[in-house]
């Protein structure tokens, strides 16, 4: 049962445009919402994350949006850059601070120059 | 400051073998987590330790063991390996959040490629 899905395995975005990455979550018990990026051979970086308290949560080029009521969040990027080309993961906690993650499958974003 | 380091980075056992890996967390962390990552799959929780003792589980079989030392290192040990065994595994550190509300979120070392043949 995958209760964190990132239904598109791959996104291509032209330098200096926006880039969308959108997660669906099936558990409403999920309290707390992360972000990591991933290069290969490398582990997994946090990038930012967001409480259920919140809608928004805004940091640098990074903003994360929630709805609750859809199970949905989305990671924005603006604007993009060639480095931000990595595999992105949404990740989801019953609580803040828990570090048993459920993670999607990732989306693997490519910044086109 | 090093961050989460994981040894070794590659490894090839034969199914039914066994398996140990190793994890330092991060410099100030002393919660540990280990998660397998399968091929075009996202990490999934096998086990946290604080404290020396394993304090949340995912849905591994008994097959898959950690321990924690008391210089918060960790390993995770793996008996009769099953070809499905093969994946990355990650290890993850923290500050327990009560201590360190601010910063909890993970870091997570580079990862042990794991094949099973």
């Known amino acids: 049962d995958q209760q964190v899905k990132q239904n598109s395995p791959s996104l291509s975005v032209q330098e200096g445009r926006i880039s969308i990455l959108n997660c669906d979550y099936t558990n409403s018990m999920f309290d707390y919402f992360l972000w990591y990026k991933k290069y290969p051979a490398e582990g997994p970086t946090f990038l930012i994350s967001i409480s259920s308290i919140k809608d928004k949560n805004e940091d640098g080029r990074f903003t994360v949006f929630l709805n609750k009521s859809a199970k949905h969040l989305s990671l924005h990027i603006v604007p993009s850059q060639p480095g931000d080309s990595a595999v992105y993961f949404c990740?989801?906690?019953?609580?803040?601070?828990?570090?048993?993650?459920?993670f999607g499958t990732g989306t693997r974003l490519t910044i086109i120059p | 400051d090093a961050g989460v380091t994981q040894s070794p980075t590659h490894l090839i056992k034969t199914r039914g073998q066994q398996v140990t890996l190793r994890c330092s967390p991060k410099?100030?962390?002393?919660?540990v987590s280990w998660y397998q990552q399968a091929l075009g799959q996202g990490p999934q929780f096998i086990f946290q330790y604080y404290e020396e003792e394993e304090r949340q589980r995912g849905n591994f079989p008994d097959r898959f063991s950690g321990h924690q030392f008391p210089n918060y290192s960790s390993e995770l040990n793996v008996n009769a390996l099953l070809l499905g065994d093969s994946a990355l595994y990650l290890c993850?550190?923290?500050?327990?959040?009560?201590?360190?509300?601010?910063?909890?979120?993970?870091?997570f070392g580079q990862g042990t490629r794991l094949t099973v043949v």
């Open positions: 990740a989801a906690s019953l609580d803040f601070g828990n570090e048993k993650l459920t």
């Open positions: 993850a550190s923290s500050p327990w959040p009560i201590v360190d509300i601010m910063n909890t979120e993970a870091f």
């Open positions: 410099s100030g962390h002393d919660t």
